[in-house]
């Protein structure tokens, strides 16, 4: 009997294991544990954070989440700029009330070609930073081919003491573009919207931002095409002001000129300045601000003038 008690004993002493059941796993001690985490937070991306905004009034950002600092802006004196002098006072008041913490509207400066379109962004920027007493508007310039990373620009600069201008030059978007989807959602329309310190400027040849084959396509074969043609349109209707550009008269243009002249004190003026002026345009077959200043780099280069701010 003492036997079979014994046997029984040693059965019992074995774990039962039921089928398919796996057999108990030792658990991780702390220290490997504690390198697990270590590995994995090397692994995960740095949160991105803004430089020293101090250094410049002016930046460029990039796509990996940098902005470089622009020590010098390539821009052009307010008092240069003719024949825009509405537009002109009404985005220099835009950008004042959003410089004090007030309301202001996001900016779409559209028209001709070479009228001054982003010279009267940077030179509104550098004019109401020359009245602020506080701390300087921050220009930060994003590329076009760059705009599907506006969110974390605008996520990095959402809560900074400072204020921003978020500027795009020559927008415009393709038939094969559906980046204008992100930024209808950033401007407005996302649940978190444009921060308060943010406004967005954008310049472009186009009043919509889209070609008029993309418009005319959609009225064409689309289902409901009035529908579709608002879907895209709406694009612009984020930008509270719509500023025209138009071609100038051939007075303005010759005002651009003497302009230039008088502010670089280059030593030619009269008709004959004027008849070579005209001459210039002509064969460029168009007037604008773009014209005159090129024809004013010729003109100096020929009289041995450098060109100096």
């Known amino acids: 009997m003492a036997k079979k008690k014994s046997a029984s004993k040693s059965k019992a002493a074995k774990p039962a294991t039921k089928p398919g059941m796996k057999p108990a796993t030792k658990a991780a001690s702390p220290d490997v544990l504690e390198r ?32 470089t600092p622009v020590p010098r802006v390539n821009r052009v004196e307010m008092s240069l700029l003719k024949g825009i002098d509405r537009v002109r006072d009404t985005l220099v008041e835009n950008t004042e009330r959003f410089a004090k913490g007030l309301p202001a509207n996001n900016a779409l400066l559209w028209g001709a070609r ?14 109401v930073n020359a009245m602020l007493k506080s701390e ?42 559906t980046s204008y989807k992100s930024l209808k959602a950033v401007l407005e329309g996302g649940i978190e919207g444009r921060p308060d310190n943010v406004i967005f400027y954008a310049t472009s040849n186009r009043r919509h931002l889209l070609s008029r084959d993309m418009i005319e396509n959609e009225r064409s074969t689309g289902i409901n095409p009035g529908e579709a043609v ?33 502010h670089y004190e280059i030593p030619a003026k009269g008709e004959a300045l004027h008849r070579e002026a005209l001459e210039w345009s002509t064969t460029r077959g168009s007037r604008s601000g773009r014209v005159a200043w090129q024809f004013i780099q010729d003109l100096a280069g020929r009289l041995g003038v450098a060109l100096k701010d």
């Open 114 to 127: 070479g009228m001054g379109k982003s010279s009267l962004v940077k030179a509104s920027h550098a004019g």
């Open 136 to 177: 300087p508007l921050k220009l930060i310039e994003i590329h076009r081919e760059d705009i599907e990373s506006l969110p974390e620009l605008m996520a990095l600069t959402r809560g900074s003491h400072y204020r921003f201008i978020v500027f795009c030059d020559d927008l415009s978007f393709d038939a094969d573009d």
């Open 230 to 262: 608002e879907e895209k349109v709406s694009l612009s209707d984020r930008f509270g002001l719509w500023l025209g550009f138009h071609r100038c008269s051939q007075d303005e243009y010759l005002a651009m000129v003497d302009g230039y002249i008088a």
């Open 36 to 67: 697990i985490a270590n590995a994995l937070e090397r692994l995960a991306p740095k949160a991105k954070a803004l430089p020293d905004l101090s250094a410049a009034d002016a930046f460029i950002w990039h796509p990996d989440g940098r902005l």
